[in-house]
Every structure is written in structure tokens, then in C-alpha cells.
């Protein structure tokens, strides 16, 4: 089983930054394509951004392009997701997600997946 952990959610004002990160004690993330999802209350779980184990293809949602940058650091096994330029509708849990079966991306991630890291929550409000 694998564990993921999130950390680095927020509050933070609107036009504001937030690097969250991913990691997973005692697995090895550097084969797996890492993904990022997320909720906002009483909507979906959504994709937000693809990173491949090492083809170097990485998507992102429409509404995030330009402002969110998902990226890894296999030394460190952790993955990232630095958000500028928040936006009050960018307010989610935020998740990350892999799966022992993908070690590249297709597109924005689409569920299911098979391991989920607990969320950490991103509230940007003034």
C-alpha cells in the first residue's frame, strides 16, 4: 500500500503563491507519473496537472496553465505544485494521486487512480 502525503496548503489572498509538495515515505515515486487533483466543496474531484516518471510530458487543466507549475525532484521523492497568481476559485482540497500502472502521462489526469495522498486544504480569500 502505498502512503502519499501532502503538505503546504493555506490561506492565502487572492494573487498569492503556494508551493504544495507530495511525498511518499518508503516507496520509490521515481517510476510513477504523479499527478495533482482537487476538490472544491460540492464539485467534483477534478485533475489539475500530469507529471511523467521520465518521458518529460506534463499537462495541465485549462484553468491552471500559466499559473500552476507541477514539478519533481526524484532525489527528494517528492513532487510539487507551485500556484501563483491564486484565484478565490483555485480554493480546494488538494490532492495527489498515482497509480502503480501509469509511469507516464496520457493528458489531465481523469479518474480513478489507485493511490490518494489525505488532501491539504487551499482557501484563498482576502
Known amino acids: 500500500q502505498v502512503q502519499l502525503e501532502e503538505s503546504g496548503g493555506g490561506l492565502v489572498q487572492p494573487g498569492g503563491s503556494l508551493r504544495l509538495s507530495c511525498t511518499a515515505p518508503?516507496?520509490?515515486?521515481?517510476?510513477?507519473?504523479m499527478n495533482w487533483f482537487r476538490q472544491a466543496p460540492g464539485k467534483e474531484r477534478e485533475g489539475v496537472a500530469c507529471?511523467?516518471?521520465?518521458?518529460?510530458?506534463?499537462y495541465y487543466e485549462d484553468s491552471v496553465k500559466g499559473r500552476f507549475t507541477i514539478s519533481r525532484d526524484n532525489a527528494e521523492n517528492t513532487v510539487y505544485l507551485q500556484m501563483n497568481s491564486l484565484k478565490p476559485e483555485d480554493t480546494a482540497v488538494y490532492y495527489c494521486a498515482t497509480d502503480a500502472n501509469r509511469s507516464n502521462c496520457v493528458g489531465v489526469p481523469r479518474l480513478p487512480f489507485e493511490f490518494w495522498g489525505q488532501g491539504t486544504q487551499v482557501t484563498v480569500s482576502a
Open positions: 507529471i511523467s516518471s521520465h518521458d518529460g510530458a506534463i
Open positions: 518508503g516507496f520509490n515515486l521515481d517510476y510513477y507519473a
